[in-house]
């Protein structure tokens, strides 16, 4: 079976500074696949060049089989890429429902489907649907009507999450998702991942820093240490590395 997601020798520069040092992965349709490793190990340049916001300096992106090592990003949003970032992005001023009514709108246009008439300046009833489902799904409905930039930290970052499934994408980049988040709101998306996975089938590649979200959602795990692949397998597998123990996970897991 071909993976979804594969990546060979995968090689990313800042200048003269090389951040991804020839890294392989692979990850199958459906997968949670998540990358871990110390801060500036280079997780988040390694988005990038899936998503193509950083250029390969060397190395193959394959997604679905095809080549995309040179697709500029729009294109690749188009084939199925959907992204957060480690800082929510959100339209500030529009309320979670008018941001919800864009996201679904713009996927539609995209795609060449009339999104239908406005009467009196109100989205097409189809899509209203789908923003209130998103809302639902997402856990947003108390706040439906309230403007992003006046959501808690927790609701922007469920309702960024909310914008990219608006384009229903193949697979979901999610760099942090629970960074800066209290306790209970990180529980939230764990919850809401694993319902993801489950209801939709969808394929997630996620960076975090919180070992339970991690240990309790990835499928498998990698590891990145300065740039370089030091580990990649199954929770059980990469915990019980000596290596990653040394680099990364320290005394906290051996503990756990
Ligand atoms: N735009 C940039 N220009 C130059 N160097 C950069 C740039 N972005 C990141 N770097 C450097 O690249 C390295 C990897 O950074 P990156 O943000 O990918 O790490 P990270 O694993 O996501 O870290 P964190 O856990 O803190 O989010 C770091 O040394 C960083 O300083
Ligand atoms: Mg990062």
């Known amino acids: 079976m071909i993976p979804l997601l594969q990546i060979e020798q995968l090689r990313v520069s800042y200048g003269e500074l090389e951040v991804i040092k020839g890294v392989n992965l692979d990850v199958a349709g459906g997968e949670?696949?998540?990358?871990?490793?110390?801060?500036?190990a280079g997780k988040t340049t390694l988005f990038k060049a899936i998503t193509g916001e950083a250029p390969a300096s060397g190395g193959v992106v394959r997604f679905d089989g095809r080549d995309i090592t040179r697709m500029p990003v729009h294109l690749r949003a188009r084939a199925g890429f959907g992204r957060t970032f480690q800082v929510a992005r959100v339209f500030q001023g529009l309320t979670a429902l008018g941001n919800l009514i864009s996201s679904v709108e713009a996927r539609l246009r995209g795609a060449g489907v009339s999104c239908?008439?406005?009467?009196?300046?109100?989205?097409a009833p189809a899509v209203?649907?789908?923003?209130?489902?998103?809302?639902?799904?997402?856990?947003?409905?108390?706040?439906?009507?309230?403007?992003?930039?006046?959501?808690?930290?927790?609701?922007?970052?469920?309702?960024?999450?909310?914008?990219?499934?608006?384009?229903?994408?193949?697979?979901?980049m999610l760099d942090e998702p629970t960074a800066g988040m209290s306790h209970s709101d990180r529980l939230g998306i764990v919850d809401l991942m694993q319902r993801?996975?489950?209801?939709?089938?969808?394929?997630?590649?996620?960076?975090?820093?919180?070992?339970d979200v991690i240990f309790g959602l990835a499928d498998r795990i990698m590891v990145l240490n300065y740039g370089e692949v030091i580990a990649t397998g199954t929770p059980a597998e990469v915990r019980a590395s000596p290596l990653v123990r040394e680099v990364y996970l320290g005394k906290e897991m051996i503990d756990a």
């Open 32 to 40: 949670t696949f998540a990358v871990i490793g110390p801060n500036g």
């Open 116 to 123: 239908g008439p406005w009467y009196g300046w109100r989205p």
């Open 128 to 172: 209203v649907d789908e923003a209130e489902h998103l809302l639902v799904d997402l856990a947003l409905t108390q706040v439906r009507h309230v403007e992003a930039r006046f959501l808690s930290h927790g609701d922007k970052k469920r309702l960024e999450i909310a914008l990219v499934l608006a384009q229903q994408p193949q697979i979901l």
């Open 196 to 211: 993801l996975r489950r209801d939709r089938g969808v394929t997630i590649v996620m960076t975090e820093h919180d070992m």
